[in-house]
């Protein structure tokens, strides 16, 4: 019961991640070389952020006009947020979904937001700069929106949106906060400045004005790192990609080589004659499990050229699934490759010993070639079927002949409990190779 439990809070999870993702990742199917779509993504993710935000007006406007100070017109106010701010979303959605692959006008989209994310947050401040309890929160507003809008990654965007909330911050303060018009009470700017300068307003209205530069320029700063990392990554990815497409091409290439070369060991038949002797073989070896079935996979893994033959028409772009479909494909194509090494291998040692060229160069190259044990199995069934089958350079030969060539001449191939377990049973295999 717990078990399910645990799975449950674990999908939940899970599920919370993909919900994040779909709405507010800002990497979530884009390819990040292109700009276009990228700014358009950005756009898709901010637009959703904008949505929240509006909510979150209306909540408190609504909390306004519940609380003790709310009157008429606060009721209105709240009345009016809830459709004008989905107005608003939706004219948003509209402009942004216009032509996702016009860059001009995602641009224009991405202005119109980032001017609407400031100025909303300007108009919630007017709206509640005069209550006690909310002012401070409506401020924090204003830092919010250049949080939002460094969401862009866009330091001239950031810049231009930085200069003109300045601006209106500064108007906030002399206007809204501390009144400034009251301030002056008929006296002309040479009488009141210097009366000014030593009221806490002043100090106020400067220690804010410092406070939000100083938070402007950490935020341009993860900015400026943020978009010189994703300069760089796009960089290596179109390079990534770039090597990708000429790997493939030479890959493709090689493997059509090796395959055109080599289409006689691809033999069905032969394989599985190899995979099941070998299997036996393995056996009475003494081999683990675990071992033969990773043997018996390995011994017939060649027959799957098909799946990497056409390698580059599967090539048809360059995202994160088809360099994992390369790379897949890859890795069977080295599986292939070096399982008809053995199979030529078996090939070589056979006709080296049927026209007499066998020397003792020939065995030590012979002998590097994939000594594991594992490889030692599959050759010397093969090696076996291939001496009693019919070549183009022999001719059949039985199995007596074959077995006094596996205690002579072909001894010298194989580890020697594992050609002596095979002289042992050697009528078994006999016996399995005339009843295949």
């Given at each position: 019961?717990?078990?399910?439990?645990?799975?449950?809070?674990?999908?939940?999870?899970?599920?919370?991640?993909?919900?994040?993702?779909?709405?507010?990742?800002?990497?979530?199917?884009?390819?990040?070389?292109?700009?276009?779509?990228?700014?358009?993504?950005?756009?898709?993710?901010?637009?959703?952020?904008?949505?929240?935000?509006?909510?979150?007006?209306?909540?408190?406007?609504?909390?306004?006009?519940?609380?003790?100070?709310?009157?008429?017109?606060?009721?209105?106010?709240?009345?009016?947020?809830?459709?004008?701010?989905?107005?608003?979303?939706?004219?948003?959605?509209?402009?942004?979904?216009?032509?996702?692959?016009?860059?001009?006008?995602?641009?224009?989209?991405?202005?119109?937001?980032?001017?609407?994310?400031?100025?909303?947050?300007?108009?919630?401040?007017?709206?509640?700069?005069?209550?006690?309890?909310?002012?401070?929160?409506?401020?924090?507003?204003?830092?919010?929106?250049?949080?939002?809008?460094?969401?862009y990654q866009e330091k001239k965007l950031l810049s231009s949106s930085f200069q003109a909330l300045l601006a209106l911050l500064t108007a906030i303060h002399l206007i809204w906060t501390y009144n400034f018009h009251g301030l002056v009470n008929g006296q002309s700017i040479i009488e009141f400045l210097p009366a000014f300068i030593k009221l806490p307003e002043f100090?106020?209205?400067?220690?804010?004005?410092?406070?939000?530069?100083?938070?402007?320029?950490?935020?341009?700063?993860?900015?400026?790192?943020?978009?010189?990392?994703?300069?760089?990554?796009?960089?290596?990815?179109?390079?990534?990609?770039?090597?990708?497409?000429?790997?493939?091409?030479?890959?493709?290439?090689?493997?059509?080589?090796?395959?055109?070369?080599?289409?006689?060991?691809?033999?069905?038949?032969?394989?599985?004659?190899?995979?099941?002797?070998?299997?036996?073989?393995?056996?009475?070896?003494?081999?683990?499990?675990?071992?033969?079935?990773?043997?018996?996979?390995?011994?017939?893994?060649?027959?799957?050229?098909?799946?990497?033959?056409?390698?580059?028409?599967?090539?048809?772009?360059?995202?994160?699934?088809?360099?994992?479909?390369?790379?897949?494909?890859?890795?069977?194509?080295?599986?292939?490759?070096?399982?008809?090494?053995?199979?030529?291998?078996?090939?070589?040692?056979?006709?080296?010993?049927?026209?007499?060229?066998?020397?003792?160069?020939?065995?030590?190259?012979?002998?590097?070639?994939?000594?594991?044990?594992?490889?030692?199995?599959?050759?010397?069934?093969?090696?076996?079927?291939?001496?009693?089958?019919?070549?183009?350079?022999?001719?059949?030969?039985?199995?007596?002949?074959?077995?006094?060539?596996?205690?002579?001449?072909?001894?010298?191939?194989?580890?020697?409990?594992?050609?002596?377990?095979?002289?042992?049973?050697?009528?078994?295999?006999?016996?399995?190779?005339?009843?295949?």
């Amino acid at each position: 019961m717990a078990k399910t439990k645990k799975y449950s809070i674990w999908n939940l999870k899970a599920l919370g991640k993909d919900i994040f993702a779909k709405f507010f990742g800002f990497e979530q199917g884009v390819d990040i070389t292109n700009d276009t779509a990228v700014l358009y993504r950005r756009n898709v993710v901010i637009k959703n952020i904008i949505f929240l935000s509006n909510l979150m007006y209306s909540i408190i406007l609504l909390i306004l006009s519940l609380s003790v100070e709310g009157g008429v017109s606060d009721w209105v106010v709240t009345l009016i947020a809830f459709p004008l701010t989905y107005v608003i979303n939706k004219l948003l959605k509209k402009l942004i979904n216009l032509d996702p692959n016009d860059k001009t006008k995602q641009s224009v989209a991405m202005y119109v937001a980032a001017f609407y994310i400031f100025f909303s947050s300007v108009l919630i401040y007017a709206r509640l700069y005069q209550k006690e309890y909310f002012e401070t929160g409506a401020y924090i507003l204003m830092y919010y929106a250049i949080v939002v809008i460094s969401l862009y990654q866009e330091k001239k965007l950031l810049s231009s949106s930085f200069q003109a909330l300045l601006a209106l911050l500064t108007a906030i303060h002399l206007i809204w906060t501390y009144n400034f018009h009251g301030l002056v009470n008929g006296q002309s700017i040479i009488e009141f400045l210097p009366a000014f300068i030593k009221l806490p307003e002043f100090s106020d209205i400067l220690l804010r004005t410092l406070l939000f530069i100083l938070f402007y320029f950490v935020v341009y700063a993860i900015v400026s790192m943020g978009q010189y990392m994703q300069e760089e990554r796009k960089k290596e990815l179109i390079k990534r990609r770039q090597v990708q497409g000429d790997f493939s091409h030479i890959v493709g290439d090689l493997f059509s080589v090796v395959f055109s070369s080599s289409y006689t060991l691809m033999d069905k038949r032969h394989a599985y004659q190899v995979q099941l002797m070998s299997e036996k073989l393995a056996n009475n070896y003494g081999l683990a499990q675990l071992r033969i079935e990773q043997m018996n996979s390995y011994a017939m893994v060649h027959l799957q050229y098909q799946e990497i033959k056409n390698l580059l028409n599967d090539m048809n772009s360059f995202d994160e699934q088809s360099y994992d479909m390369l790379k897949e494909k890859t890795e069977l194509g080295s599986k292939i490759a070096k399982r008809m090494q053995l199979a030529q291998k078996c090939e070589d040692i056979a006709r080296a010993h049927i026209e007499d060229t066998a020397n003792e160069k020939f065995l030590k190259e012979m002998l590097i070639i994939q000594p594991d044990i594992e490889a030692q199995i599959i050759l010397l069934a093969d090696l076996y079927i291939t001496m009693r089958g019919p070549k183009s350079y022999k001719r059949p030969m039985a199995h007596n002949i074959v077995m006094k060539l596996f205690q002579t001449e072909l001894a010298n191939y194989f580890d020697y409990d594992l050609k002596e377990r095979f002289l042992k049973f050697h009528d078994e295999f006999g016996e399995m190779y005339n009843n295949f």
